[in-house]
C-alpha cells in the first residue's frame, strides 16, 4: 500500500510579511553590541611554548579559548568578555589553576579585544 500526500497550492500566491520592526531591532541589536569595548585574556609565555600544549592544557581544566594571529605571532585568547570585570574574573581563575599546576613561567593579562579584521 503507498500512500501518497500532495499538497498543490499550498500558500501560493501569497505574500508573507515579517514583522518590520522585529526584523530591525535584531539588526541593531549586533551593531550596538559591536560598539562597545570587549575584552579578552591573553595567556602565554616569554619561553616557547607550543599553542598547542597551551590551549590543550586550558581544556583539561575547563577553560576554552582560541588562537589568534598578529603580526605572524600566534597568540592563546580566552574570551571575548563583555565588561573588563568579567575578564579580570577569568584572568584569577586563569592564574590560580596555573598556580595550582606550578606553571610559573605562563603569565594571564586582560586586553581589550581586536576586532575582526
Known amino acids: 500500500m503507498m500512500a501518497v500526500l500532495v499538497l498543490a497550492g499550498c500558500g501560493e500566491g501569497k505574500r508573507v510579511e515579517a ?8 539588526q541593531v541589536q549586533p551593531a550596538e553590541a559591536s560598539t562597545a569595548p570587549q575584552w579578552d585574556v591573553l595567556v602565554g609565555s616569554e619561553l616557547p611554548l607550543a599553542v598547542s600544549d597551551l590551549t590543550g592544557w586550558l581544556i583539561e581544566h575547563g577553560i576554552m579559548s582560541s588562537v589568534d594571529t598578529v603580526e605572524g605571532k600566534r597568540r592563546v585568547l580566552v574570551g571575548p568578555f563583555a565588561t ?28 581589550e579585544h581586536r576586532a575582526a579584521q
Open 19 to 26: 514583522n518590520k520592526s522585529a526584523a530591525a531591532a535584531v
Open 84 to 111: 573588563q570585570a568579567e575578564a579580570e574574573a577569568k584572568q584569577g581563575e586563569i592564574v590560580e589553576k596555573l598556580a595550582k599546576a606550578k606553571k610559573r613561567d605562563i603569565e594571564a593579562t586582560v586586553i
